[in-house]
């Protein structure tokens, strides 16, 4: 069973930043991992996904900002995010698949979850 658990947010004010974490189990071979984010109301958007090698997909949102690494010796994908805005401010969700896919940034691609971690950007 593949599980996920996300970890590091918080509440800053604009301009600062946060790095998020999501320690993975289980997932072996080929995959991706990505981050989406949620706000009440609102469908889930794909933010960044890392695929085993390298790949990486970054909505345009949040391009030239935010950075998805993997540390694979510890089974960690982190989201690096600077310059945050108002706007950044979701529930935040790790996500995973095995094998490929086309539309990283598809939520339904996706058939593991973790429970979401708090970004709050507020002065």
């Known amino acids: 069973q593949v599980h996920l658990v996300e970890s590091g947010g918080g509440s800053v004010q604009p301009g600062e930043s946060l790095r998020l974490s999501c320690s993975y189990s289980n997932l072996g071979g080929y995959y991706w991992v990505a981050w989406f984010r949620q706000t009440p109301g609102k469908e889930r958007e794909g933010v960044a996904a890392r695929h085993t090698y390298v790949r990486t997909s970054y909505a345009d949102s949040v391009k030239g900002r935010f950075t998805i690494s993997k540390d694979g010796a510890n089974n960690i994908v982190y989201l690096q995010m600077d310059m945050l805005k108002p706007e950044d401010t979701a529930l935040y969700f790790c996500?995973?698949?095995?094998?490929?896919?086309?539309?990283?940034?598809?939520?339904?691609?996706?058939?593991?979850w973790g429970q979401g971690t708090q970004v709050t950007v507020s002065s």
């Open positions: 996500a995973a698949t095995r094998g490929g896919t086309l539309y990283p940034l598809d939520e339904s691609q996706y058939n593991y």
